[in-house]
């Protein structure tokens, strides 16, 4: 679905949140002061030279996400999470373009020392590690016709529990059609396999590409971005986002209150961001969105739900760094 004109396509970006500060902070100040020192030796002509694709990318990611009451009880939540990745492509005779990545990321939730969650304890989690691998192939069938499919693979975990025993899966399966130069549309289904669940649920899927003018864009897949290029020569950008099936699920530890039990924290996102391309390997990405209707949920092993209990609106803020080679 390319053609010769720049098409704006922020990265995406997904996760969650707390005011503890991570040893990942210091990779991420290492990991820009790295990638930045090429830049300065950069020609600025060099930004309108055609760029090659840049299949290879590494990335690290700070999110918090601030303090939040719970709606009809006593005590709070905060949550921090510090992510690092690295993903890469290649382009396959006949099937297309294959990424493939990893990222591992570690979540610290804090709970306020009044919080009474009943069975679960005061403070039913603290420390939370996912690793999440993830896979898509993009193929052209002709000049029109396209196929998405995009899998990833979660194990979700406390420390404490099995890696084995908290795994999880999403799917988006698609097919899109250029219309024109700047509009491909389409449609797909989001399948789930929640943590434990026997089965997968099936959500149905809109595709937009849509490049309006050649500074604003609209982009539809899980969620909905729409792009506006500020400053072509600088490459910096803002979005609106928003994402209405936000979820955080993982398998609790043997040794506490709700033992192999499932935690699941939802809500809805809509927020902003901030993309800068310094350069055409480096992306940086500030976000701030704002966390609705929050519900936190904690079942036992055999899925009988425990607690049940909504959380007041959230601020969540994040700091993204990609370098693509």
């Not at 389409?186 to 899927?205: M, S």
């Not at 996102?269 to 949920?297: D, H, T």
Request: aromatic share 8%; with cysteine.
């Amino acid at each position: 679905m390319g053609h010769g004109r720049r098409m704006i396509n922020p990265p995406v970006d997904s996760g969650l949140e707390t005011t503890y500060a991570s040893p990942l902070w210091s990779f991420v100040i290492l990991f820009l002061f790295i990638v930045a020192c090429p830049a300065a030796a950069q020609p600025a002509d060099s930004l309108q030279a055609k760029e090659k694709p840049r299949l290879w990318e590494v990335r690290a990611t700070q999110r918090y996400r601030t303090t939040s009451g719970f709606a009809d009880r006593s005590g709070s939540l905060a949550w921090h999470e510090s992510t690092v990745g690295i993903s890469g492509g290649l382009f396959l005779r006949g099937p297309g373009l294959l990424r493939a990545g990893t990222d591992f990321t570690h979540t610290r939730f804090a709970f306020a020392p009044d919080t009474r969650l009943g069975p679960s304890g005061p403070e039913p989690f603290r420390h939370v590690r996912e690793v999440r691998l993830s896979a898509q192939l993009l193929t052209p069938w002709s000049e029109a016709w396209s196929t998405l499919a995009l899998a990833t693979i979660v194990s979700a975990f406390e420390i404490g529990a099995a890696p084995d025993d908290a795994l999880s899966g999403v799917a988006v399966l698609g097919v899109m059609r250029r219309l024109s130069g700047r509009l491909s549309t389409g449609f797909g289904a989001l399948l789930l396999k929640p943590l434990g669940a026997q089965t997968a649920v099936a959500l149905p899927l809109v595709l937009v590409d849509w490049q309006i003018t050649d500074r604003l864009a609209l982009r539809s897949r899980q969620d909905i971005t729409l792009t506006y290029l500020l400053d072509p020569r600088r490459r910096f950008s803002v979005a609106a986002v928003g994402a209405f099936f936000g979820r955080k699920q993982f398998r609790l530890g043997k040794k506490g209150n709700i033992p192999d039990g499932v935690a699941e924290i939802r809500g809805i996102e809509v927020g902003g961001r901030v993309i800068w391309e310094p350069f055409p390997a480096l992306v940086v990405q500030g976000a701030l969105e704002a966390v609705l209707r929050q519900n936190l949920r904690l079942e036992d092993r055999a899925r009988r739900g425990i607690v049940d209990v909504a959380l007041e609106s959230a601020l969540r803020l994040s700091l993204v760094a990609r370098y693509r080679f």
